[in-house]
Each structure stands twice: as structure tokens, then as C-alpha cells.
């Protein structure tokens, strides 16, 4: 695990522990970063080398595939989850919510 997703990963806990997540969970072929089962949402953490055209072409069949399969997809940068964590767990909240 990168250090955002361990400071994601222990946000989740602490700040929305009513609400159940897993981390590195399998979905077909891929691994997500977290997700939160019963509200099918996952939650993705990008490094920097998601700028990357290719990687950038690669997340968006990604988010193509999972979105297909029933599940929402958000992503956030390390720098967010690093630099301003009280705004990606409100961003978290109103998808966990958004039914």
C-alpha cells in the first residue's frame, strides 16, 4: 500500500466506521484500491503515474468495465488524499449516500 492509500485506508476506518470496506479487493481481472460492497462503490487512489497518457487510456477502460458491472468508480490523487483528506472523505460520504 502507497502512504495515501494507508492514510486513506485508516480515515475510512476511524471517520466512517459504520460504513464496511476492503482494500485490494479482485473484481474480475483488476484489484481496487477500496471498496464499500452493499453500495457497490469503489474508491481508487492515483499515483502520479496515472497522468500518463496510456495509464490515463488504461484507467478509463477501467472505470469503463466496473461502471458496466454495477459498481461506481472515484478517484482520487495521492495529493488529494495527502494534502486535503477532510474533502475526499465528504466526497466519499455524498457517494455513499448518492443511492
Keep these: 500500500m502507497t502512504e495515501a492509500e494507508r492514510v486513506l485506508w485508516n480515515a475510512l476506518r476511524d471517520k466512517l466506521s459504520g460504513i464496511r470496506f476492503r482494500r485490494q479487493h479482485p473484481i474480475g481481472d483488476y484489484i481496487v484500491d477500496f471498496i464499500c460492497l452493499p453500495k457497490r462503490l469503489v474508491i481508487e487512489v492515483d499515483g502520479g503515474y496515472h497522468s500518463e497518457p496510456r495509464q490515463q487510456d488504461d484507467d478509463e477502460v477501467r472505470?469503463?468495465?466496473?461502471?458496466?458491472?454495477?459498481?461506481?468508480?472515484?478517484?482520487?490523487?495521492?495529493?488529494?488524499?495527502?494534502?486535503?483528506?477532510?474533502?475526499?472523505?465528504?466526497?466519499?460520504?455524498?457517494?455513499?449516500?448518492?443511492?
Excluded at 67 to 94: A, C, H, M, T
Design 63 to 99: 472505470t469503463a468495465n466496473l461502471n458496466n458491472w454495477g459498481y461506481r468508480v472515484i478517484r482520487f490523487s495521492n495529493e488529494e488524499v495527502l494534502f486535503d483528506l477532510n474533502k475526499v472523505i465528504e466526497k466519499i460520504v455524498k457517494q455513499l449516500y448518492n443511492d
